[in-house]
């Protein structure tokens, strides 16, 4: 009897801890506030010339056509698709189509969206970086919804998401939020750099370390990670390692691409095409400025050899990574890496030859890699593919003579060449 009653009241004060462990989780996470979604029209907002610039300026910023328009599609209209652990998820419908999209939504939806990551439908996915557009000012997020209401409605129904349990259940999505998900009050636009860095710009959203449940904690913000589904490096960005631009140089590499340190390729090379090179010259120094301002991380947990993440096996590294580079790469490159300037990147420095994983590097070799046409570099240099000119081995050992100075185990063979291999378009 003594031991049955031990157990029933060890249960109980176990279920009532748990029952008080997820109040102040859910308490956390904002409470119900964020569930309340408005209903009803609302107040206008206005959609004069000027609103109207501001706002389509705040969207070219936030890069919002990159992710709400499937490749040969009309601008806005979603459907474009975003790889995950847990299955794939389709962007929304941004234009003002009545059914298919906002076009029956008011401006106070419209803000709780943005702010909490909420609509109609429920919780939204956290590839949706509302934990960013919340620190935007009213006035911007209704700037942003007024040239969004002024675009061509487009009645595209994107495909629905192809999810694994449980991620294919909103409600689920209430868990994450408790775990990690915090309400982000909206931020004075004093510093504009911070301002558009950590609001509309959301660059954390991809120079991030994540941690469990793809969550980004504070100790790996902006500290460099792994591009969520493509697999790409997104380097740091810190006063450490943004120590070789002057702020005058780093705020015309936003805009421009390139500098003479290094030129953006890959998915970044897309981000400057579609967003930055928009950016006003003030709008990039202060940027700039802002990001030689972060404190250096601490070197990320994530040292990832190619064996690590794309399950390859052990192999020849190879010995002969010197001779295949001054055959195929010395020409550009340098002899020793120093690149030639104004034309071809040095890459003594370069993120794909000192990032903790060799991804980048494979890639580049592979397919090449085109900087983006942008006003202030109208006739950008490109690399060719070796895809078909070196074999696996060939890259691996030229990729392991790149990177010699590298941690042991993100060396490369053969078999991880392989494993990293197909062009990821998105």
Not at 85 to 101: A, I
Not at 131 to 155: K, Q
Not at 214 to 227: E, F, H, N, Q, T
Not at 353 to 375: C, H, S, W
Request: net charge neutral.
């Amino acid at each position: 009897m003594i031991v049955r009653r031990l157990i029933l009241w060890t249960t109980l004060v176990v279920l009532a801890l748990v029952v008080v462990a997820a109040c102040v989780l859910f308490a956390r996470q904002g409470g119900f506030a964020p569930f309340r979604v408005p209903t009803g029209t609302g107040p206008p907002v206005a959609n004069d010339a000027t609103t109207l610039a501001r706002g389509e300026y705040l969207v070219r910023l936030g890069d919002c056509a990159a992710c709400h328009t499937t490749r040969g599609g009309v601008a806005f209209a979603g459907g474009h698709a975003f790889d995950t652990d847990y299955g794939t998820l389709y962007s929304s419908n941004l234009t003002p189509d009545r059914e298919k999209g906002l076009g029956d939504w008011s401006a106070d939806e419209f803000r709780h969206a943005m702010r909490y990551g909420v609509s109609r439908r429920g919780p939204l996915y956290p590839v949706f970086p509302y934990e960013h557009f919340a620190r935007l000012t009213d006035a911007d997020i209704d700037a942003i919804y007024a040239y969004l209401r002024a675009l061509v409605p487009s009645a595209n129904t994107p495909p629905a998401n192809r999810l694994a349990f449980p991620a294919n259940s909103r409600s689920a999505l209430i868990v994450w939020r408790m775990l990690y998900y915090r309400p982000a009050a909206p931020m004075s636009a004093t510093d504009r750099g911070q301002y558009l860095v950590e609001g509309i710009g959301h660059c954390a959203m991809c120079h991030s370390t994540r941690a469990a449940g793809d969550s980004v904690p504070s100790k790996g913000y902006l500290a460099g990670g792994i591009l969520v589904g493509s697999g790409w490096y997104a380097p740091p960005l810190d006063a450490d390692s943004l120590r070789r631009y002057s702020s005058s140089e780093l705020a015309d590499f936003l805009r421009t691409g390139t500098s003479p340190h290094g030129t953006v390729y890959g998915p970044m090379a897309e981000v400057v095409y579609s967003s930055l090179r928009a950016l006003t010259a003030a709008d990039a120094a202060s940027m700039a400025d802002y990001l030689k301002r972060i404190p250096p991380h601490a070197p990320p947990d994530m040292r990832l050899s190619a064996r690590e993440r794309f399950g390859g096996n052990s192999g020849d590294f190879g010995n002969n990574g010197a001779e295949i580079f001054k055959r195929a790469c010395a020409e550009c490159h340098g002899d020793n890496g120093e690149g030639k300037g104004g034309h071809y990147p040095a890459l003594t420095n370069a993120v794909a030859t000192r990032a903790p994983t060799p991804i980048n590097a494979v890639r580049i070799v592979l397919y090449g890699a085109m900087p983006p046409t942008t006003p202030g570099n109208p006739r950008p240099y490109s690399m060719p593919p070796f895809a078909q000119q070196l074999s696996s081995a060939e890259i691996a050992a030229v990729v392991n003579y790149i990177r010699r100075n590298e941690p042991q185990a993100s060396r490369v063979a053969a078999s991880d060449v392989e494993a990293m291999a197909g062009i990821v378009l998105d």
